[in-house]
């Protein structure tokens, strides 16, 4: 039973563009959605989170945006690099009474091409 | 800061073998957590220590599995006998803080992958 899906395995696209990465969870006790970033070989690295009391988180390049209605949140990276090729997961958790666990989806890979 | 480290990077054993995986988080960080990725899946919770105390293991798949936390330093997790499910990359991970925010922002080591034959 997954409770969290990224339903893309893959993403292309152009340097310079929009990547969306989407992500929708089935558990409603989920109340803090991470994504984190992976390459190659490498562990995965903490990219940015948001609390299910916003609707939008925003670092840099990177924004997250949360719909607690539809149980969706996707993570726009604007302008995309070709850095930015890696394997992003989305993950969740529940504050009150989940413990620290993430429970994460498959992972979307995203590939930025020149 | 130093990572968190884990080792080996790989280890292949065969079928009813014993492993011992080893995992050196961040210093400072109470928290101390291992996770598992089977074939390209979803990277799935194993256990949470806080400190030497295991503070939930409802991920660890049966008692094939073991891990310690000496001291609330460093953790081991051995298979003992391996099976060929449980070929994989396992990572663990470390957060700071026993509650709020930081402690809910894990950093993961490389992981290791293991492969049983």
């Known amino acids: 039973d997954q409770q969290v899906k990224q339903n893309s395995p893959s993403l292309s696209v152009q340097e310079g563009r929009i990547s969306i990465l989407n992500c929708d969870y089935t558990?409603?006790?989920?109340?803090?959605f991470l994504w984190y970033k992976k390459y190659p070989a490498e562990g995965p690295t903490f990219l940015i989170s948001i609390s299910s009391i916003k609707d939008k988180n925003e670092d840099g390049r990177f924004t997250v945006f949360l719909n607690k209605s539809a149980k969706h949140l996707s993570l726009h990276i604007v302008p995309s690099q070709p850095g930015d090729s890696a394997v992003y997961f989305c993950?969740?958790?529940?504050?009150?009474?989940?413990?620290?666990?993430?429970?994460f989806g498959t992972g979307t890979q995203l590939k930025v091409e020149l | 800061e130093a990572g968190v480290t884990q080792f080996p990077s790989h280890s292949v054993i065969e079928k009813g073998q014993t492993v011992t995986l080893r995992c050196d988080p961040i210093s400072g960080h109470d928290n101390l957590y291992w996770y598992r990725r089977v074939m390209g899946k979803e990277i799935k919770f194993l256990l949470h220590?806080?400190?030497?105390?295991?503070?939930?293991e409802s991920g660890m798949p049966n008692n094939r599995f073991l891990a310690e936390r000496t001291g609330g330093t460093y953790s081991t997790l051995k298979v003992q006998p391996a099976e060929l499910e449980d070929s994989g990359v396992y990572f663990c991970?470390?957060?700071?803080?026993?509650?709020?925010?930081?402690?809910?922002?894990?950093?993961f080591g490389p992981g290791t992958r293991l492969t049983v034959t």
């Open positions: 220590f806080v400190k030497e105390s295991k503070q939930d």
């Open positions: 991970a470390s957060s700071r803080g026993l509650a709020g925010p930081s402690s809910y922002e894990q950093y």
């Open positions: 558990n409603s006790m989920f109340d803090y």
């Open positions: 993950a969740a958790k529940y504050i009150t009474g989940g413990g620290n666990k993430l429970t």
